[in-house]
């Protein structure tokens, strides 16, 4: 049986997914996952407890796991994970991304610069100190509109559009408060002392999701968000494929995003990147070296040869351990989610209207993943979703509707949160 390491969050919502693949699989699923190492295994997962943030501790944990129970893979759910899973995999002789390209991938400003370097479309950009003083250290000259962002966050947190030099300054300092938090703190990330400044692309929004072999791209899916996300905040909402993007739009996207992971010096493994069109051009706007994020996955199915239909994690887990995966095509229903917005700071109360929602034609499944009295908070600082919708049908504008119908008939209750003087 072969056995393969899933590097993780604790609380990560694709692991069971990874599970239930690798049960079918036949394969043996070993998680390390960021816990405490002084609890004895508190999970009853048998999971290696590392630190993310230690990165060499991580890998001599790895290391001297698989002396016991050897690896034939390793891959990896989030950012900060991806990091430990090339790490390893490297320190252990297994297929890959090369940790350096996975460190580059993970920094927007060092992909600015190799994308730029390659000769990619890039826009302007700028980088300066997150303790820059406001009064004086700006780039109060930079042209407009532009966005400020951290180096290393997902899910569009702690990204704001800047239409004006007098609203630069307040754009800096909710950054620069959103990264002075104790949970962003914790990480103990040298890329959060460092903010980016540049110029707002616009344009329409995709997403595309695919895998490395040996530096060859092949392309999963391609998705459109049909929300406009011009800002000032970037909260994605909605993911539908198949795209409407022209074959020739899709040729220029798939040349430019394999330039771009050479560029990077990504070459083995899962890639999920994000880019806008417009007249300009293809401009990649990050390519992250794992799979796509949270419970989106669910919206891809895959039927090879045997015409069984499998799950992205389950087409992973078969590249991890070096199977082949170019028979995997992705199935002909267009397919779509919708995480489900944050109207508003507070805490979680309920979702109502879920039964109602379901009942939408084309309607798939409606995960809510917020629990009861939970702090949540819309971008910028926020960097989660209330749940998922999830829908299929003939067309992606019929799915797009569904979607849109379905978070309608959705009741949301937050309650204010409570502040204490």
């Known amino acids: 049986m072969s056995r393969v390491l899933l590097v993780a969050a604790t609380t990560g919502y ?3 997914s990874f599970q239930e693949a690798a049960q079918r699989l036949g394969v043996e699923l070993l998680l390390a996952t960021d816990r405490c190492h002084v609890l004895d295994d508190p999970w009853r997962d048998g999971a290696i407890p590392i630190r993310f943030y230690d990165e060499l501790g991580a890998v001599s944990l790895i290391q001297e796991a698989a002396v016991n129970r050897p690896l034939d893979g390793i891959t990896a759910v989030g950012d900060r994970p991806a990091i430990i899973a090339a790490a390893a995999a490297h320190a252990l002789g297994l297929g890959g991304h090369q940790p350096d390209a996975v460190r580059a ?3 927007k400003l060092t992909t600015r610069h190799r994308l730029r370097e ?3 479309p890039v826009p302007w950009f700028l980088d300066f100190p997150v303790d820059a003083f406001l009064d004086s250290d700006l780039p109060l000259d930079v042209p407009f509109p532009c966005v400020v962002k951290p180096l290393s966050m997902a ?4 990204v704001i559009r800047v239409d004006r ?3 630069l300054a307040a754009a800096v300092s909710r950054v620069r408060s959103l990264l002075g938090r104790p949970k962003m703190q914790a990480l103990r990330d040298p890329s959060s002392q460092t903010l980016l400044v540049e110029a707002f692309i616009p344009g329409r929004e995709i997403a595309i999701e695919g895998v490395l072999t040996q530096g060859r791209l092949q392309v999963f899916a391609v998705f459109d968000k049909p929300d406009p996300l011009e800002g000032p905040f970037f909260e994605e909402t909605i993911y539908v494929t ?3 993007c022209s074959l020739d739009e899709r040729r220029c996207i798939t040349e430019n995003l394999q330039r771009a992971v050479e560029a990077l010096g990504l070459n083995h493994g899962p890639i999920h990147a994000e880019c806008r069109l417009n007249a300009d051009g293809v401009f990649i706007l990050e390519i992250a070296a794992r799979p796509i994020g949270g419970l989106c996955s669910k919206t891809l199915r895959f039927y090879g040869q045997d015409t069984k239909c499998v799950t992205l994690e389950s087409v992973l887990l078969r590249h991890a351990i070096g199977a082949p995966v170019t028979g995997y095509r992705r199935e002909k229903q267009a397919a779509g989610v919708m995480m489900i917005p944050i109207p508003s700071n507070g805490r979680f109360r309920q979702v109502g209207g879920v039964e109602e929602a379901k009942a939408v034609k ?10 009861r009295d939970q702090l949540i908070t819309p971008p910028p600082e926020g960097d989660s979703y209330l749940g998922f919708i999830f829908a299929r049908g003939s067309r992606a504008d019929e799915v797009v509707e569904a979607l849109r119908t379905a978070h309608d008939r959705l009741r949301i209750e ?3 949160a409570v502040r204490f003087l």
């Open 14 to 16: 694709q692991v069971r």
């Open 105 to 107: 991938s993970g920094n």
């Open 118 to 120: 390659h000769g990619l």
């Open 155 to 158: 899910a569009s947190c702690g």
């Open 165 to 167: 030099t007098e609203d």
């Open 242 to 244: 198949p795209s409407a």
């Open 362 to 371: 084309c309607i798939d499944e409606i995960i809510i993943t917020a629990k």
């Open 414 to 416: 937050i309650a204010p």
